[in-house]
């Protein structure tokens, strides 16, 4: 059982930033990757980045550049720092973990927050 809590979202201008957060909480976690989706209106899911426990990272080439994720490990946390915003950005982020809890493998989503990139 793997609870995900998304927070950061909101609107902004473009050019601006947004930075997300994601804490998991559970018992007996072992999470090898998490990391950011998101779906804007009318097109499939996608992947924003994603991290390791060791720390190595994939983006999507739309946010390379300008997005960066990290992760806390002793608080089970990934974040998400957004610069450079477009409109095109704009849509409905989601936190994802793949991992172990209790000695079964978990691929948890988090509800998703709200980013919109607007004047």
């Known amino acids: 059982q793997v609870h995900l809590v998304e927070s950061g979202g909101g609107l902004v201008q473009p050019g601006g930033s947004l930075s997300l957060s994601c804490a998991a909480s559970?018992?007996?976690?072992?999470?090898?990757?998490m990391g950011w989706y998101r779906q804007a209106p009318g097109k499939q899911r996608e992947l924003v980045a994603t991290?390791?426990?060791?720390?190595?990272?994939n983006y999507a080439d739309s946010v390379k550049g300008r997005f960066t994720i990290s992760r806390d490990n002793a608080k089970i946390t990934v974040y998400l720092q957004m610069n450079s915003l477009k409109p095109e950005d704009t849509a409905v982020y989601y936190c994802?973990?793949?991992?172990?809890?209790?000695?079964?493998?978990?691929?948890?989503w988090g509800r998703g927050t709200q980013v919109t990139v607007s004047s």
């Open positions: 991290i390791t426990t060791g720390g190595s990272t």
């Open positions: 559970g018992s007996l976690l072992s999470i090898n990757t």
């Open positions: 994802n973990t793949r991992g172990y809890s209790g000695g079964l493998g978990f691929n948890s």
